[in-house]
């Protein structure tokens, strides 16, 4: 499975950004794909998962923000991103879980300024 991003950039503080992560190489619908991101100095965390269901998991601080969805035909995930804030600076990782393997991203950069 190979995963690939797009939609990050440099936004202002308070403005939004939509990310795309698009998967190939499987026939089949992948079990979970979801967001994680990494700031300068900190570790990777969670930002959101969403499984083939349509069940989604948020980092608390980011619920109301942050809107996962994704087109399970096209087996491709969307994070809108609302209300930016300079402390969501960070690159942000696609990630999949399919046949119990996970799968990552390139990962996009997203920089918020204030």
């Known amino acids: 499975v190979q995963l690939v991003e797009s939609g990050g950039g440099l936004v202002q503080a308070g403005g939004s950004l939509r990310l795309s992560c698009a998967a190939s190489?499987?026939?089949?619908?992948?079990?979970?794909m979801g967001w994680y991101r990494q700031a300068p100095g900190k570790q990777r965390e969670l930002v959101a998962l969403i499984t083939s269901g349509g069940t989604t998991n948020y980092a608390d601080s980011l619920k109301g923000r942050f809107t996962i969805s994704r087109d399970g035909a096209k087996n491709t995930v969307y994070l809108q991103m609302s209300s930016l804030k300079p402390e969501d600076t960070a690159v942000y990782y696609c990630?999949?879980?399919?046949?119990?393997?996970?799968?990552w991203g390139q990962g996009t950069l997203v920089t918020v300024s204030s």
């Open positions: 990630n999949a879980v399919h046949w119990g393997t996970d799968y």
């Open positions: 190489g499987t026939f089949f619908s992948i079990n979970a």
